[in-house]
């Protein structure tokens, strides 16, 4: 079965940086597109970055477009998240997510990020 | 990258259909068929219901249906239960090769 295993998360000060990573099993991870989605507490879901299978094509939401890297390592089938420059804005629920159609079918179980001073 | 525009909350007896709305933009919605609806229930990870506008992946009851009209789509929710008590999110694909979220809608069954 489907299995996506975030970690990383943790307390890091505002400037500071975090490196997200989640492990993924039971699918055939070089041949899916991956997605990171936030969730801010008492707030809605945020897409955040999206990698091609091949790791060919990156894209950003705007809000962290320049702060954040997207990339993963097909050989250790992990998809990861750089994230610097953190604001207190950041503080949310990391989600990784397998794409399909453009959609979402298998979420990680999340991992929470807290920027605070 | 503004958020899609859904209803904060919608309600309704056992038994009766809910239809919750999602408006974007011909940007994104109005210009492709990949809108996707998730149910999140409380400390819990989202769980997608509808891809494609319309597709129901396995497992999803068929009381679960989406559509789409112009810029708005919509999820319908026939026979309520109780157990659909949750918040749902749209999601779409955009013009800029990104995607976006709706703004929630809860949904209580009463």
């Known amino acids: 079965q489907v299995q996506l295993v975030e970690s990383g998360g943790g307390v890091v000060q505002p400037g500071g940086s975090l490196r997200l990573s989640c492990a993924a099993s039971g699918f055939t991870f070089s041949s899916y597109g991956m997605h990171w989605v936030r969730q801010a507490p008492g707030k809605g879901l945020e897409w955040v970055a999206f990698?091609?299978?091949?790791?060919?094509?990156?894209y950003y939401a705007d809000s962290v477009k320049g702060r954040f890297t997207i990339s993963r390592d097909n050989s250790k089938n992990t998809l990861y998240l750089q994230m610097n420059s953190l604001r207190a804005e950041d503080t949310a629920v990391y989600y990784c997510a397998k794409d399909f159609w453009d959609s979402y079918d298998y979420w990680g179980q999340g991992t929470l990020v807290t920027v605070s001073s | 990258q503004s958020a899609l525009t859904q209803p904060p909350s919608v309600s309704g007896s056992p038994g009766q259909s809910v239809t919750i709305s999602c408006t974007g933009t011909s940007s994104d919605v109005g210009s492709y068929n990949r809108v996707s609806w998730y149910q999140q229930p409380p400390g819990t990870a989202p769980k997608l219901m509808i891809y494609e506008v319309s597709n129901r992946p396995s497992g999803v009851p068929d009381r679960f249906s989406g559509s789409k009209s112009g810029n708005t789509a919509s999820l319908t929710i026939s026979g309520l239960q109780a157990e659909d008590e949750a918040d749902y999110y749209c999601s779409s694909y955009t013009s800029s090769s990104t995607y976006v979220f709706g703004t929630g809608t809860k949904v209580t069954v009463l």
């Open positions: 990698i091609r299978y091949d790791g060919s094509n990156k």
